[in-house]
């Protein structure tokens, strides 16, 4: 195990060892200034176009379920949104090693085109040709989006240190945000203007946004030219830190039902006669909602510690998809899309923050991250088409309900033996 100082997170005001000796391996993290904040928006920017569009899948779920995809069942539907959904963790891996090189711009410039690209060629597919979806809204969006997803988030590493998580969270609160334009969109244009339309008007606001994101976002060459002078990472010593690899084992437990309301709320409210207009717009209501739980639970976390609030938030997320099957009106419908989004957005940024603060030097940061998303990415694979199988063609909520309730809390328990973990082996409450 490590000791409390060995696993202390770098100063961000000083250079040094002890007085009058400067150490090459403590650079000075500005925790704010213009190109701090900058990147933060540059952030924000990138997790509106990519993962916000992403979270706007159950727009998509029921469109294609009901009338474009409608000869499919809809677990075969899911694969399409939960390969998407499972690319930026999968790729994480890959992304945040290559980060930890030092390639961060090439990766976001790379991951926008391919993303951009993917996107308008899903306006040019054909209605029950699944293949077609699959490949450009599954797979293509999903490459892009995991190529931009770890670097633009682990950037901020480099500006920030006492309000890292802070800068996390409003960076992903830019996901939130962009789920709830998207599918407020979607939902009024498809109607209107017919899909390929509306795909495309919503391709060309992502692509302003990835411009703008590109320009926003900037390194700090002070902890990046650390690559010349620091030992090789250890990938393999992540494996034998206990905290850490429980906690990765928690997100993977997680991962397999914290989506389900993302993917599957507004059918159930079509389903359940709660109103069309307003089951149209219970997605925008969850990421609205999840943009003050990320904002809000990472503010917090800057006070009290990332992995003393991850625990309660998983365990509340759970509770709130079981409350799924409480909703037949449309005040139930509201307040569960509010509650939802507060304590699973909270739980999303966290997550990220918490495996970042287990890093022993910026440098772990990406790497860390990746790792621990590059195994969750196996939950979000499977969690759609499980859930999608046991719904089936007959709408059987209580399954994939009670599958996803139970597990999401059982993930918030093994977030509570990491946070225990960690108390003891850093001798402080505060973690």
């Avoid at 474009?68 to 998407?84: E, T, V």
């Avoid at 411009?211 to 393999?236: F, I, S």
């Avoid at 993977?252 to 159930?268: A, D, E, K």
């Amino acid at each position: 195990m490590h000791t409390p100082e060995e696993v202390e997170p770098l100063s961000p005001v000083s250079g040094t060892d002890s007085p009058g000796r400067t150490s090459p391996l403590k650079p000075e993290i500005p925790d704010g200034g213009l190109k701090a904040w900058s990147t933060v928006a540059g952030s924000w920017f990138m997790m509106f176009a990519t993962f916000g569009y992403l979270n706007s899948f159950g727009v998509y779920q029921d469109f294609y379920t009901r009338e474009f995809l409608s000869h499919n069942q809809p677990s075969k539907i899911a694969w399409i949104g939960s390969l998407q959904l499972a690319m930026p963790f999968a790729l994480g891996l890959v992304s945040g090693k290559l980060f930890d090189l030092g390639h961060f711009r090439v990766l976001v410039i790379a991951g926008s085109i391919i993303f951009s690209f993917s996107l308008f060629m899903l306006s040019l597919v054909k209605q029950q040709e699944y293949y077609q979806v699959f490949l450009s809204q599954g797979v293509g969006m999903g490459i892009g989006l995991g190529l931009t997803f770890v670097p633009s988030l682990s950037i901020l590493v480099m500006h920030f240190e006492r309000r890292r998580a802070l800068a996390s969270g409003l960076a992903l609160s830019g996901s939130s945000i962009g789920a709830v334009i998207f599918p407020i969109m979607l939902n009024h244009l498809i109607p209107k203007l017919g899909f390929a339309q509306a795909v495309r008007a919503t391709a060309w606001v992502v692509v302003g946004c990835l411009v703008a994101a590109n320009g926003l976002m900037q390194n700090n060459p002070a902890v990046y030219n650390l690559r010349a002078q620091a030992p090789p990472l250890d990938v393999l010593s992540f494996l034998t830190d206990v905290p850490y690899m429980i906690g990765v084992f928690g997100v993977l437990v997680s991962l397999f039902g914290c989506y389900f309301p993302v993917f599957y709320l507004q059918l159930y409210a079509v389903q359940h006669g709660v109103g069309q207009s307003i089951a149209f717009y219970s997605l925008a209501i969850l990421n609205a909602a999840s943009a003050f739980g990320r904002i809000g639970g990472n503010f917090l976390a800057d006070r009290f510690g990332p992995w003393n609030l991850q625990p309660p938030c998983g365990l509340l997320t759970g509770a709130m998809i079981w409350a799924v099957l409480g909703v037949h009106t449309k005040s139930t419908l509201i307040a569960v899309s509010i509650l939802y989004g507060l304590f699973s957005g909270a739980g999303l940024s966290l997550s990220v923050a918490g495996y970042a603060a287990l890093a022993r030097s910026p440098r772990e940061s990406g790497a860390r991250t990746g790792l621990a998303l590059a195994i969750g990415s196996f939950g979000c694979l499977g969690s759609a088409p499980i859930q999608g199988a046991l719904l089936t063609n007959r709408f059987n909520w209580i399954r994939p309900t009670a599958f996803s309730g139970i597990i999401v809390c059982c993930g918030g328990i093994i977030f509570l033996v990491t946070r225990m973990l960690l108390a003891r082996q850093r001798g402080t409450q505060k973690v």
